[in-house]
């Protein structure tokens, strides 16, 4: 749970009072799972309505994405307006 969630592994940063793994993990892992199906992974090439680039940061939150473009600059799209650059 704490990967899908970028989380530090460190036990003492995922450690409530009572020294347990916290609870909002578990609690808010299903939605992490589920978001992050929709979103493209860090890495992967794509095509944006600016050109081809590489994603290089995820906001599940936000539900944007930032992408490396060819031309050197960076740029937040909505996953819906890219495209796999294998299509």
Do not use: W
């Not at 609870?23 to 199906?37: D, P, S």
Request: with cysteine.
């Amino acid at each position: 749970m704490v990967k899908d969630q970028n989380l530090s592994v460190n036990p003492t940063k995922i450690s409530g009072v009572c020294g347990r793994l916290m609870c909002c993990i578990a609690y808010e892992h299903n939605f992490y799972v589920n978001q992050g199906k929709s979103m493209p992974r860090v890495g992967e090439e794509v095509k944006t309505p600016d050109g081809k680039g590489k994603i290089n940061g995820v906001n599940i939150f936000k539900s944007e994405v930032s992408v490396l473009l060819e031309d050197g600059r960076t740029k937040k799209f909505n996953p819906k307006e890219l495209k796999s650059s294998s299509e």
